[in-house]
């Protein structure tokens, strides 16, 4: 096994410079959720040049953007991997040679390092002669926003899986730890946007109209409590982001929007706070007067849940390559969100954290770049899981 584990060392460290300028081309090219049709291009080419394509099979897209490979093997069972492709609608402030050259959109979540381990760890492979199950590469588009792996998922992207896995570059964390927890890692996320609908008038004589910031600040308020009771009680997050209603100071407005998240890490939960939310509008709606149009929006309904025997795989794995300093339980979850979940929904498996240090720019940080030293690290572990048997 040992032998093995120096192989995979061997071939991700060649590979560095190659998976480097992958990434660098990816950021350089960033694309929206579902919309990824250049960067589908460009894996392919990258693939193709380092051999994979003669040794995998390319399914048909499932969802329009997906890129799915499966590489045959000689053993039982199949594990999936998989990396998300989608750029975020941020414009990148940093100065960096290979700086987003799409304005207003950028890999600040580090999906192209995702792609890149993915593609690295397939060329790892392709490169390896011994026995091993089958893998499926799995590059899923629209991450970001649209929740496109529950479409993947239903679309049948799990179907035959035995187990599955996906990395995740984390800032916060000490720059190379490979770390991950059993049971909720990531919770489920809803949105809303509630619009109070008055009647507009002039500021002198409010008597004439219907105010609607009135009923917006007590939803603010009421939503404030709601949410200090699920933090309180189930752990939950209940937050007003946004609120818009008006342009001047002396004309009521017709209509005030307030908009926000939902954050919980039980289905029931979010069950709880839907039941909650809209009970209150209810009564906001009597004692106002006024309508409310809601919009209330649960497309990643459901918490990243590990199973606690593939963490174990991935800590084993990642402590032989890496060694035994630099792989970490972790003692809480995030409250960020991941569609990953619909895949674990589905086949037990384990999303992981590739430490990017603790100074690192924040995930969603107008000046995040993924680190390109540690690209080799996450093909390596990524291999050593499908190597493992």
């Known amino acids: 096994m040992e032998d093995q584990f120096e192989r995979i060392r061997q071939i991700s460290s060649s590979l560095a410079g190659s998976m480097t300028a ?31 394509l003669k040794k995998c099979t390319v399914r048909e897209p499932l969802i329009g953007t997906d890129l799915v490979l499966e590489l045959p093997g000689t053993l039982a069972g199949t594990i999936g991997l998989r990396a998300d492709m989608d750029a975020l609608p941020i414009k990148e402030s940093s100065d960096l040679p290979h700086a987003s050259q799409q304005p207003g959109m950028m890999h600040a979540c580090g999906h192209d390092g995702h792609m890149t381990m993915l593609a690295g760890c397939a060329a790892v492979l392709v490169r390896m002669d011994m026995p091993r199950p089958t893998v499926r590469f799995i590059f899923q588009p629209g991450e970001e926003e649209v929740c496109a792996g529950a479409d993947l998922v239903e679309a ?28 909720v890692i990531m919770a489920a996320a809803n949105s809303f946007s509630v619009t109070c609908r008055g009647v507009s008038c002039h500021g002198a004589v409010p008597e004439k109209g219907k105010n609607p910031l009135f009923p917006a600040a007590e939803l603010i308020t009421r939503l404030g409590e709601l949410h200090r009771w699920i933090a309180r009680e189930h752990g939950g997050v209940v937050s007003p982001c946004s609120v818009t209603g008006g342009e001047s100071t002396n004309g009521i407005p017709e209509t005030a929007v307030v908009r926000g998240t939902v954050r919980y890490l039980a289905e029931e939960t979010g069950e709880l706070i839907k039941q909650e939310f809209f009970k209150i509008i209810r009564e906001l709606q009597i004692t106002s007067g006024m309508p409310f149009d809601t919009d209330y929006r649960q497309r990643y309904r459901i918490p990243v849940i590990n199973d606690p025997d593939s963490v174990r795989k991935v800590l084993d794995v990642a402590g032989a390559l890496a060694g035994a300093d630099r792989v970490r339980v972790l003692e809480r979850h995030s409250m960020v969100a991941e569609d990953f979940s619909f895949y674990l929904k589905q086949v037990p498996g384990c999303m992981f954290l590739l430490g990017m240090g603790e100074q690192h720019p924040g995930l969603h ?4 770049d993924f680190d390109d030293s540690l690209l080799e690290t996450g093909a390596a572990v990524f291999a050593g899981l499908a190597t493992r048997r």
């Open 156 to 183: 049948g992207v799990c179907r035959g899986l035995d187990e599955v896995y996906a990395l995740h570059g984390w800032p916060g964390i000490e720059r190379g730890m490979i770390a991950s927890k059993p049971g």
């Open 365 to 368: 940080s107008d000046r995040f």
């Open 22 to 52: 992958l990434r660098r081309e990816l950021h350089r090219h960033p694309e929206l959720a579902c919309r990824e049709q250049e960067t589908r291009r460009r894996m392919l080419a990258w693939l193709d040049e380092q051999g994979v």
